[in-house]
């Protein structure tokens, strides 16, 4: 297979929990959101809105609404991510679509060298995130990325690459 750097940053990428106390920095944040503009959407719809988190204090307050907080209370930043439902036009379609979204921060954040961890479970606990992210009524909570720089030895939560099912088992048709 041929590896170029962003087929590297799609092999490599992996959820990481664990963080040093770097900041992630603003303009680091600033690129992975444009990584998620760049998305593809239904109908160009870009159905997503981003609130960015550097507050010591708010990462803090977000982790109390998930049983994952000792991830967002090591993390040094966060992106919540939103689905407008305002702008809504197919709700399945715009999901996926905020999915790309996510996944392009998860790669981009693993080009620039920044550990991530998309951070569903917190769904649970949407609207009370909702409110403490300040977000209008009309949005709602689709995950919450944590985001720090990873340690250099990886020992701990993130050490293992979770393995995948063979490509075999997952191609059902070959015509
Ligand atoms: C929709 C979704 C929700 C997830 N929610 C959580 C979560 O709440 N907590 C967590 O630690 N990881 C969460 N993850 C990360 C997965 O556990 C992880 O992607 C999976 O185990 C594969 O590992 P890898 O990302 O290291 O390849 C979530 C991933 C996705 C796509």
């Excluded at 708010?58 to 209370?73: C, P, R, S």
Aim: one cysteine or more; proline letters at 4%.
């Amino acid at each position: 297979m041929k590896l170029n750097e962003t087929i590297k940053s799609i092999l490599e990428r992996k959820s990481v929990r664990r963080y040093t106390d770097e900041p992630v920095g603003e303009e680091t944040l600033s690129t992975l959101v444009e990584a998620a503009r760049w998305a593809p959407s239904g109908l160009n719809n870009q159905p997503w809105r981003f609130v960015t988190i550097e507050s010591r204090e708010k990462l803090d307050e977000v982790a109390g609404f998930t049983k994952y907080a000792k991830i967002l209370n090591n993390s040094t930043a966060a992106i919540g991510v939103f689905l407008d439902t305002s702008t809504i036009y197919h709700r399945e379609k715009d999901i996926q679509s905020i999915g790309a979204a996510i996944e392009n921060i998860l790669i981009a954040a693993e080009a620039l060298g920044v550990g991530a961890c998309w951070l569903g479970e917190i769904l649970n606990r949407r609207e009370e995130v909702e409110k403490a992210l300040e977000v209008a009524p009309t949005l709602e909570l689709m995950a919450v990325i944590a985001l720090g720089h990873p340690p250099e030895t990886d020992e701990g939560s993130n050490a293992a690459r979770k393995g995948r099912l063979p490509s075999e088992t997952l191609i059902v048709g070959k015509f």
